[in-house]
């Protein structure tokens, strides 16, 4: 991938462009967060495992602090969370963790066909390894059917890994429907929430949820720094460590603790916990005006994923007759991804949309939009007008 100049940050009348609509990708650290990782890199450098002496007393008990707040978010116990470098190895961990521990019951598993990478590689690995993986398909607006996934269990199944919210699509599924079938039949369900913690509620209690992957840097952390949930009763899940050594958070990961990035993410789940009802009022109503001004403008516009169950301030749209890397092209003033943006060359459509059953011209058309904390209205309308802008001028030199 070609890397721009630093040059190309600029202004367009009061907005810095490009204009940052990629929050699905990462976000900026909230300066509130920004000021507790500071402080804590200036202040407080004690290693959290030395129980000699004040430096590692304070950094283990802003440490406890943190864990307090992730476990906060998502109606966990503090004890309940582990710390890790973020929801890759969240996934990884509570993947290929419960397989080891599991291995007796049965060796199946089974997870949606929208997967992030970070289940679908470990998933594939295991498959390798002589699990049967199976792949339970979302219906056409990027949602999982219960009852197909009721299907999908058997006696052997160990565990089900959906995630929460679909990071191409912000579609979101059906967590509570999908724990309680889990309980019936006792499987574990883990839930990847690295883009739904934080902007949608979630209590792994109510949800049925007994292991769940949360990221830093989707929720205006630092990136490098996650959680995994690891239930501790009714049941208490096992699980075996992927990393070893001085047998740091339980046991489950061990490595001397990053205590500020730890401390930044439960700054963010505290503001994220706290503001989370207004943010997505204002955001959802940001993302429908955005919309709005799209189709208003636009014939050929198509809404992938459900159009209710998302998360607020995320789009993705496909526009008939255009491709995604001509769009993305021309609109170098947004900062804005096609689907498949990461995992395949800008001429693949993307394998989350043609799961949806896109035919391929729709699919190869996809554009990401991604609002966040900082989003204006006035980016939210510039971003409408060059859209609007860059397709009609793409599909008129089509034309012609
Ligand atoms: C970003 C993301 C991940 C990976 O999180 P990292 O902290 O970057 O490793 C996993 N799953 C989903 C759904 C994501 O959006």
């Known amino acids: 991938m070609r890397i721009p100049a630093r040059e190309t940050l600029s202004r367009s009348g009061t907005l810095q462009t490009p204009v940052y609509l990629d929050h699905a990708a990462t976000t900026p650290v909230d300066e509130r967060v920004l000021a507790r990782l500071v402080e804590v890199l200036r202040t407080h450098f004690g290693n959290p495992a030395s129980n000699t ?6 950094a283990a008990r802003l440490v406890e602090e943190a864990r307090e707040e992730v476990a906060g978010l998502i109606g966990a116990t ?12 969240s996934n990884n961990l509570a993947l290929r963790g419960v397989a080891e521990r599991y291995a007796g019951k049965g060796r199946r598993m089974v997870i949606s066909n929208v997967e992030h990478a970070s289940v679908a590689a470990p998933a594939a690995r295991l498959e390798r390894e002589g699990w049967r993986v199976t792949r339970v398909p979302v219906g056409p607006d990027g949602v999982l059917e219960p009852a197909a996934l009721t299907a999908a269990l058997t006696p052997q199944t160990v565990l089900v890994s959906v995630l929460a919210a679909q990071n191409e699509l912000g579609t979101l599924q059906p967590v509570r429907e999908i724990g309680r079938l889990c309980k019936e039949r006792g499987v574990l369900f883990h839930a990847d929430a690295a883009q739904a913690a934080g902007k949608v509620p979630l209590d792994v209690a109510a949800d049925g949820i007994d292991l769940l992957s949360l990221s830093g840097h989707k929720i205006y952390a630092p990136k490098g720094v996650g959680a995994l949930y690891v239930r501790r009763r009714d049941p208490r899940v096992a699980l075996s460590p992927l ?11 061990a490595g001397t603790l990053n205590v500020p990035g730890i401390v930044a993410l439960g700054e963010a789940c505290r503001l994220a916990r706290q503001e989370m009802a207004a943010e997505g009022v204002r955001l959802a109503r940001l993302r429908d005006r955005l919309l709005a001004a799209v189709t208003g403008a636009l014939e050929g516009v198509h809404l992938n994923g459900c159009p209710r169950r998302r998360l607020p301030g995320y789009l993705n749209f496909s526009f008939a007759g255009v491709r995604a890397h001509r769009l993305l092209g021309a609109l170098t003033v947004l900062a804005v991804s096609s689907s498949s943006a990461c995992s395949s060359s800008a001429t693949e459509p993307s394998p989350i949309l043609t799961a949806l059953g896109l035919p391929e011209e729709l699919a190869r058309a996809s554009l990401r939009v991604s609002l966040g904390r900082f989003t204006t209205q006035e980016e939210v309308d510039f971003a409408a007008e060059r859209i609007v802008a860059v397709v009609t001028d793409l599909r008129r030199e089509a034309a012609g």
């Open 53 to 58: 002496h004040a430096y590692g007393w304070a």
């Open 78 to 89: 503090a004890r309940e969370i582990v710390f890790t470098s973020g929801a890759t190895e």
């Open 243 to 253: 990393q070893e050594g001085g047998g740091q958070e339980r046991g489950l990961r």
